[in-house]
């Protein structure tokens, strides 16, 4: 028989039983919730992107540049070597 709607609920059974069997049931709770904490925090900075963008329209003020956005950086590897400054010197010298 043909898909006529895509996803049937006999479908969702079996993601629920083939999620169940694969993380195991102590770990679906955590990973739930692990999923909903990024769902927010997606919406979050979508909803801060759209606020700047509607205020990018205006005219920006002192408070707008007074509160910089930054992105946290990720961990540096401390096995790795330290950068060396790139040294250019005159042709002939």
């Known amino acids: 028989m043909f898909l006529r709607n895509g996803l049937e609920p006999w479908h ?3 993601v629920a039983v083939v999620l169940i069997l ?3 049931s102590k770990k679906l709770p955590d990973t739930a919730r692990a999923l909903g904490k990024s769902l927010r925090i997606l919406k979050s900075e979508t909803r801060a992107m759209k606020e700047e963008s509607t205020d990018a329209g205006a005219a920006p003020g002192p408070a707008a540049e007074a ?3 930054t992105i946290p950086s990720t961990p540096v590897d401390q096995h790795a070597a330290p950068a060396q400054p790139h040294h250019t010197t005159a042709p002939g010298a």
């Open 12 to 14: 969702l059974l079996i």
């Open 67 to 69: 509160t910089p956005r």
């Open 22 to 24: 694969l993380f195991g």
